[in-house]
T-cell receptor, first 116, second 111 residues
Framework: AQTVTQSQPEMSVQEAETVTLSCTYD???????LFWYKQPPSRQMILVIR??????QNATENRFSVNFQKAAKSFSLKISDSQLGDTAMYFC?????????????FGKGITLSVRP | EAGVTQFPSHSVIEKGQTVTLRCDPI?????LYWYRRVMGKEIKFLLH????????ESGMPNNRFLAERTGGTYSTLKVQPAELEDSGVYFC?????????FGQGTRLTVV
């Protein structure tokens, strides 16, 4: 079974600064995806960024980038130039590519507050 | 295009009552998932439909929970009878490939 750990329950960052959210996971599989999802207050959870485990290059989406360390089973999210709209709960998630089930395994989430 | 929608957004019921949650996936998405988040804990997988068939229901907590997806469109999740520990936020998600799209969730409170 896979597990995803987000050990920081909350973080705060000043607007325009950079923040890194940590995530570690445990799996015996070799083929999988990792995701960061964002849930703003009272809104739907949306995908922020995705990383395929077979890719060595770290995924980047505008101000969001990841530091994927496969051997260490670490998958941190860096948010550059933080904006007030980044205030949300962030969930790290794992999806196995083995078998037919594509369910997500989530961490507990981290609440990020961006201060003006 | 409409996203994943869930009804109701909130529900408060008494222990022992029945509640039915509904999820309308994005049109054309074969995969539909139910997840639950109990306060302060991880979002946990409940079950996965592929069209109208249950692909995996290993996360369903017990037989008080019944999920259906008749016709492979919308899905319902019924809790009968509800217990206090069923309180939480129930999320539905749909996908056609590897990206899951989530609804806003239904916050269920059992008192």
């Amino acid at each position: 079974a896979q597990t995803v750990t987000q050990s920081q329950p909350e973080m705060s960052v000043q607007e325009a600064e950079t923040v890194t959210l940590s995530c570690t996971y445990d799996t015996s599989e070799n083929n999988y995806y990792l995701f960061w999802y964002k849930q703003p207050p009272s809104r739907q959870m949306i995908l922020v960024i995705r990383q395929e485990a077979y890719k060595q290059q770290n995924a980047t989406e505008n101000r969001f980038s990841v530091n994927f360390q496969k051997a260490a089973k670490s998958f941190s999210l860096k948010i550059s130039d933080s904006q007030l709209g980044d205030t949300a709960m962030y969930f790290c998630a794992f999806m196995s590519l083995s078998g037919a089930n594509s369910k997500l395994t989530f961490g507990k989430g981290i609440t990020l507050s961006v201060r003006p | 295009e409409a996203g994943v929608t869930q009804f109701p957004s909130h529900s408060v019921i008494e222990k022992g009552q029945t509640v039915t949650l509904r999820c309308d996936p994005i049109s054309g998405h074969d995969n539909l998932y139910w997840y639950r988040r109990v306060m302060g804990k991880e979002i946990k997988f409940l079950l996965h439909f592929v069209k109208e068939s249950k692909q995996d229901e290993s996360g369903m907590p017990n037989n008080r929970f019944l999920a259906e997806r008749t016709g492979g469109t919308y899905s319902t999740l019924k809790v009968q009878p509800a217990e206090l520990e069923d309180s939480g936020v129930y999320f539905c998600a749909s996908s056609q490939s590897d990206e899951a799209f989530f609804g806003q969730g239904t916050r269920l409170t059992v008192v």
